[in-house]
């Protein structure tokens, strides 16, 4: 089954005129032919079973012929904020978590990253859009440009703090020193109305995933942190701690950077989400 995203207003009147990237995918992938059906989602919670009528590479016309309620969206919303690993690793992360059901990823630069600098969010954005629709999913991921490690600890405090400003547009990677890192609330796993924070750290094996799943309480969702090759440095999972992370672990066995996503993830949701 084809499925694009339009907005809804393209689908409203009953007859949509496809343009730009979607047309050339329809056109010249997918190799769509008049008379054929493809499937379009607007964002909003619906589908759309529309007919096309004609096809060029710059215009694809299709009329709405059925629309339904919808959604293949996660009961659980799921933020994996990943160390961005060397090479194409991240666009495999990408597309995996995509097609998991995460809601938001946040590349992080860690202090052991090997990735200093990228600009390659736009091709991570398009792949996210790519795996969305190929899996069903009603919303495409928010895919956040890569932010220093420190920063992204101080907008985790904001975040359960509402009376801890977030950090400026100058702190983080292009700054000349870290942010420094505020007071968290007490308790360690869950602000007051915060998701619940895990960072996976290979020195404890006995509080594994599972185990930390069972204080899950339903509400504020649930953020991943992933350390790139050589994982996290003792500091900075002490950080994270103090920020309100649960140190937990993925088993024994040492997973690849690019395979704990995809384990952590599909943990969750067989647990409290929507597989198995």
């Not at 499937?39 to 694809?60: M, P, Q």
């Not at 690793?89 to 052991?112: C, H, N």
């Not at 900075?236 to 937990?248: H, P, S």
């Not at 690019?258 to 067989?270: F, G, K, L, M, N």
Request: proline share 7%; charged share 25%.
């Amino acid at each position: 089954m084809i499925r694009i995203f339009l907005p809804p207003e393209e689908l409203a009147s009953g007859k949509s005129i496809i343009t730009g990237e979607n047309a050339r995918r329809l056109a010249l992938v997918l190799r769509v032919q008049p008379g054929e059906t493809v499937t379009a989602l607007d964002g909003r919670g619906f589908r759309y079973e529309c007919r096309v009528v004609s096809v060029h590479k710059k215009e694809v016309v299709a009329e709405v012929v059925g629309k339904e309620s919808y959604s293949a969206e996660s009961s659980v919303p799921i933020t994996l904020a990943q160390g961005i690993p060397k090479g194409e690793k991240m666009d495999a992360i990408v597309q995996k978590s995509t097609e998991l059901g995460v809601s938001k990823i946040i590349p992080l630069i860690t202090g052991r990253s090997l990735v200093r600098h990228t600009h390659r969010a736009a091709r991570w954005r398009r792949i996210a859009l790519s795996a969305s629709q190929q899996s069903g999913r009603q919303k495409i991921p928010e895919v956040e440009s890569p932010r220093d490690f420190s920063e992204f600890l101080v907008s985790q405090i904001a975040y359960d703090r509402p009376d801890l400003h977030p950090f400026s547009p100058g702190d983080g990677i292009n700054s000349g020193s870290p942010p420094s890192i505020p007071s968290p609330p007490a308790g360690e796993g869950r602000g007051e109305k915060g998701p619940l924070k895990i960072i996976f750290s290979e020195g404890h094996g006995e509080r594994n995933l599972k185990k930390v799943l069972r204080s899950f309480g339903g509400t504020g969702g649930i953020t991943l942190l992933i350390g790139p090759e050589g994982g996290f440095s003792g500091e900075e999972v002490t950080e994270a701690v103090k920020t309100g992370f649960i140190r937990a672990s993925l088993g024994p066995r040492i997973l690849r950077t690019e395979t704990a996503p995809v384990a952590a993830i599909s943990i969750i949701q067989y647990e409290l989400g929507d597989m198995g």
